[in-house]
């Protein structure tokens, strides 16, 4: 059952998202700190909170030293350092100040929810990215590439490779969406809140998981095509996995 009509994220989308991103970006000062209590580094750089949180102890970390974290809506939340290493895949999202070079990658721990043997995987695609998503099963899954957009061209070039689309990290249909990067305002500190001093746009990461089919497409939407690429991370199902899927939902209908 489909909650939401399907949503797109092609260049005709991506012009009226833009011209609604700098709307809110012009509001005062005071409407803008309204939404500040979502922003995981509102008040302190990202290197300041990695730098706390690998202080702490009983935290996972990757074989760089850097502290391993989960996104859960704009929150990162630190992996235990207990946690199986085999029950998440870790990957490294590019975050920073939006439209600069240089961006640090941090790593994020994402469990499999679609079966052990499922494909956790990330894309990095320019706006607009060319995706329409539909909600399934509460989640965002991937229904259509648009014709010549730029997810399509990168599936096209993933069928070329050896083991084609299915086993290329690449989008494609049905695949779910478990997070991905976002603009978000960020103040150096609560004093230029308060004098209207103009935020900075940083580039987060929103985790999907739990969270609301609106919310995701929601995080989605927050940026420019001025902030940069946008990062993906994508689960999708094995070919074996979709068929027991199917068998069961079928075995289900019909008692």
């Excluded at 083991?163 to 603009?183: I, K, N, Q, W, Y």
């Excluded at 004093?191 to 739990?210: K, L, M, T």
């Amino acid at each position: 059952q489909v909650g939401m009509p399907a949503v797109c994220f092609d260049a005709a989308c991506q012009a009226a998202s833009d011209r609604a991103a700098l709307w809110s970006y012009a509001l005062p000062a005071a409407a803008a700190a309204a939404a500040m209590w979502r922003v995981w580094a509102g008040r302190t750089e990202p290197a300041e909170v990695m730098q706390e949180l690998k202080e702490a102890e009983a935290l996972a970390e990757d074989k760089r030293g850097d502290v391993i974290l989960t996104p859960w809506g704009y929150t990162p939340w630190p992996v235990d350092k207990d946690a199986d290493p085999e029950s998440f895949v870790t990957l490294r999202v590019p975050l920073g100040v939006a439209g600069r070079p240089g961006r640090l990658p941090q790593p994020f721990a994402f469990p499999h929810t679609l079966g052990e043997s499922s494909q956790i995987y990330q894309v990095t695609l320019e706006r607009p990215m060319g995706i329409t998503f539909e909600e399934r099963r509460g989640r965002a899954e991937v229904v259509e590439l648009a014709p010549g957009g730029n997810a399509e061209q990168m599936a096209k070039v993933a069928r070329m490779q050896p083991g084609g689309a299915e086993a290329a990290d690449a989008p494609m249909e049905g695949d779910v969406l478990r997070a991905c990067t976002c603009t978000t305002f960020a103040y150096k500190n609560m004093y230029a809140q308060g004098f209207g001093e103009r935020p900075r746009r940083i580039i987060s990461i929103f985790g999907g998981d739990s969270e609301s089919y609106e919310r995701v497409i929601n995080a989605m939407r927050r940026g420019l095509v001025a902030d940069g690429p946008v990062t993906l991370i994508f689960e999708r199902r094995r070919r074996a996995d979709r068929r027991v899927e199917a068998t069961a939902t079928a075995e289900t209908n019909t008692s």
